[in-house]
């Protein structure tokens, strides 16, 4: 073997041997993976959080909602649902929900003998009058928190949806 060889034979066992360094490419390779799914998991958590949101909203709305008494008309109750949604929108979104939707439909009547299914308000029922209720429904579009904010893309629509049944007699 020629000296020349044994030279670059003694400084590759020497180079393979020494363990300088060896920590931060070990952190880099953790870095790779972990971070990534840091930032899923923030991004999941921020989604999460700002649904919560939409639904106290709508919560707010369905106290409204029941507020009234039974006397009331359900276009008063309609009315006065509408703008709870709106102030509760208004009162608790963050600055990324500028494009939060609240909606109220409604009113819808069923029979008490079926909820699940819709009856026509000015109907009479085999067990009584019909029961009104409102669907109360608040959706946005939801930016990523690290994605949406480098391409301003939408990667999903946040909705979230409320039956509100008022159990008193329909109040034309």
Do not use: K, W
Not at 33 to 50: E, K, R, V, W, Y
Not at 148 to 164: F, I
Request: hydrophobic share 45%; proline share 5%.
């Amino acid at each position: 073997m020629s000296a020349r060889a044994d030279r670059t034979t003694r400084r590759a066992g020497r180079f393979l041997a020494d363990q300088q360094g060896v920590s931060a490419i070990e952190f880099s390779l953790f870095a790779a993976i972990f971070l990534p799914i840091l930032l899923i998991a923030t991004d999941i958590g921020f989604a999460m959080h700002q649904r919560m949101i939409m639904d106290g909203v709508l919560r707010i709305g369905a106290q409204e909602g029941l507020r009234f008494g039974p006397e009331d008309a359900l276009d008063h109750r309609a009315t006065g649902i509408a703008a709870a949604l709106q102030a509760a929108a208004d009162a608790n979104a963050t600055n990324r929900m500028e494009n939060l939707a609240v909606t109220v439909a409604g009113p819808f009547c069923y029979c008490p003998q079926s909820p699940d299914s819709e009856a026509q308000c000015t109907e009479s029922c085999a067990e009584g009058a019909p029961r009104p209720f409102f669907r109360l429904g608040a959706e946005m579009p939801y930016r990523s928190l690290f994605l949406g904010e480098l391409s301003g893309v939408e990667l999903t629509q946040l909705r979230t949806r409320l039956r509100v049944d008022i159990y008193s007699q329909v109040a034309p």
